[in-house]
């Protein structure tokens, strides 16, 4: 496993919609391996193949229970992920990206999302999340379409030693 280069704004391929995944092979979990070991050392809950330079729409998060800690985190890995149905009703969050380091902002989301996507083998997978996990899974599948968190939010800022507990994606 390699620690990657997280690209930064205003990275181009930040900015491109990245390709679909049509070949499940070794290179594949290679890259997936990377992207986990680069989201744990930065440290974040998710990371999306574009914001380490990959043009493929490859996903990873790694979120716990929203009420207790004491759940270990699971980790999602999403090859070609969409979002097959958002619920009308919304929240809004703060948000942080690791491609948009220094700042934070207000993001208005689904609360629930049903999502679509492949395993590392190229078998069907689907995840229904709700809450901040859901929000995560948006902000990441944003990443694939060269859409940034700051596109969505009306209001960012840096954020101050009241905003360390605020995780970035």
């Not at 800690?69 to 990206?97: D, F, H, Q, W």
């Not at 590392?120 to 859409?147: C, M, S, T, Y």
Request: glycine share 8%; net charge negative; hydrophobic share 40%.
């Amino acid at each position: 496993m390699t620690i990657r280069e997280i690209k930064t704004f205003p990275e181009e391929v930040l900015r491109k919609k990245a390709q679909p995944v049509d070949v499940f092979d070794e290179d594949l979990v290679s890259l997936v391996d990377d992207m986990v070991e680069t989201m744990r050392v930065a440290p974040g809950v998710g990371l999306a193949a574009p914001q380490i330079g990959v043009s493929k729409r490859v996903i990873v998060v790694e979120f716990g229970h929203e009420e207790d800690e004491n759940i270990p985190k699971r980790l999602y890995v999403m090859i070609n992920p969409e979002i097959l149905n958002a619920s009308e009703e919304t929240v809004n969050g703060i948000e942080g990206c690791l491609s948009v380091p220094g700042l934070i902002g207000e993001v208005t989301r689904s609360q629930v999302v049903t999502v679509r996507g492949q395993d590392l083998n190229g078998k069907p997978v689907k995840v229904r999340a709700q809450g901040w996990l859901a929000r995560i899974f948006q902000h990441e599948i944003d990443h694939l379409n060269g859409v940034l968190y700051t596109d969505r939010s009306e209001n960012f800022w840096q954020p101050d030693d009241d905003d360390d507990d605020e995780e970035s994606f």
